[in-house]
């Protein structure tokens, strides 16, 4: 069974920083392209930010020079550093796999974290 469980979201000030994590289990975690998504009230989920396992990473236009994805293939964890953080950045963060760097096939979810961006 899959399970993909987010940690590190909470409130913080326009200007701050967090650090999202994305502990797996279930999988063999080094084949798997990992990635965050992210859903603002709404609005459609969107692609934050992907890694393979090769390590190269995919960013949002809106997240580039600010954000980081990372990722521990012996602790089977993905990261997310956020820093400069937006107001526009608010919304429920997901970590998500897939066996296919294309995203094609099955992709499973986490339960997702909240991020809220106010001062």
């Known amino acids: 069974q899959v399970q993909l469980v987010e940690s590190g979201g909470g409130l913080v000030q326009p200007g701050g920083s967090l650090r999202l994590s994305c502990a797996a289990s279930?999988?063999?975690?080094?084949?798997?392209?990992m990635g965050w998504y992210r859903q603002a009230p709404g609005k459609q989920r969107e692609l934050v930010a992907t890694?393979?396992?090769?390590?190269?990473?995919v960013y949002a236009d809106s997240v580039k020079g600010r954000f980081t994805i990372s990722r521990d293939n012996a602790e089977n964890t993905v990261y997310l550093q956020m820093n400069n953080l937006k107001p526009e950045d608010t919304a429920v963060y997901y970590c998500?796999?897939?066996?296919?760097?294309?995203?094609?096939?099955?992709?499973?979810w986490g339960q997702g974290t909240q991020v809220t961006v106010s001062s």
């Open positions: 890694i393979t396992s090769a390590g190269s990473t």
């Open positions: 998500a796999c897939n066996r296919d760097s294309r995203w094609l096939g099955r992709t499973y």
């Open positions: 279930g999988i063999i975690f080094s084949i798997y392209v």
